[in-house]
């Protein structure tokens, strides 16, 4: 059982950036597994944002998140980072990271899932 643990949110205002972490409690050893991260704001559904595949750091986006935000891993520490710049009022949400093996980043198939770690945006 993988745990992730999400941190790095906060309260910024419109124009800033932050630096969201995912840290998994174990070693990601598998070549297959995919890290996502999802976002889900007040009165919405959860949504997808971007993911890395863990073998080769293929990236997916959003047209959203595209130009905004960039996925990176740390492979040695089994982290995922999600660097946010110009960041905007609508990207306030709970963000989520999730992990698994999936064939299509998008989806919510993901194995495991963390808590997640709030970012608001004001304006």
């Known amino acids: 059982q993988v745990r992730l643990v999400e941190s790095g949110g906060g309260l910024v205002q419109a124009g800033d950036s932050l630096r969201l972490s995912c840290a998994a409690s174990?070693?990601?050893?598998?070549?297959?597994?995919?890290v996502g991260w999802f976002r889900q704001a007040p009165g919405k559904e959860r949504e997808f944002v971007t993911a890395?595949?863990?073998?080769?750091?293929?990236?997916y986006h959003t047209d959203s998140a595209r130009g905004r935000f960039t996925i990176s891993k740390f492979t040695a520490a089994n982290t995922v980072y999600l660097q946010m710049n110009v960041l905007k009022p609508d990207d306030t949400a709970i963000y989520y990271c999730?992990?698994?093996?999936?064939?299509?980043?998008?989806?919510?198939?993901?194995?495991?899932w963390g808590r997640g770690t709030q970012v608001t945006v004001a304006s």
């Open positions: 999730a992990a698994g093996l999936v064939t299509d980043p998008d989806r919510n198939d993901y194995q495991y």
């Open positions: 174990e070693t990601i050893d598998s070549d297959y597994y995919t």
């Open positions: 890395i595949r863990w073998n080769d750091g293929s990236t």
